[in-house]
């Protein structure tokens, strides 16, 4: 092969990856997406993704989800969400329009 051939071929393999990476990078976000707006979805896994997760966009809309369960099913996880308010100033944003309207 001519070293034009294998520059072209160097040059579609460089794309492709790039390809696969930005794929890898977007399907997780919109698995978790799916998970979130699931009728799976519950206030145990809301506190172990708050826990858990360390992005601002995540815990934003984790915090206003909040507001779609039902006051029985958060009143039960309330001293762990006090908890991680008071103690973990990253969550603490995102809790707090929750806790001021409760």
Known sequence: MGALALSGLAIALIILQKTVRNRERLVPKDLLLRLFESTLFDMPLAIDYLFRSKEPGVLAYLGNR?????????????????????????????????????
């Open 66 to 102: 909040m507001f779609s369960f039902s006051d029985a099913d958060v009143d039960f996880y309330l001293p762990q969400i006090v908890s991680m308010y008071v103690h973990h100033s990253d969550i603490a944003d995102s809790l707090r329009p929750y806790l001021v309207q409760r």
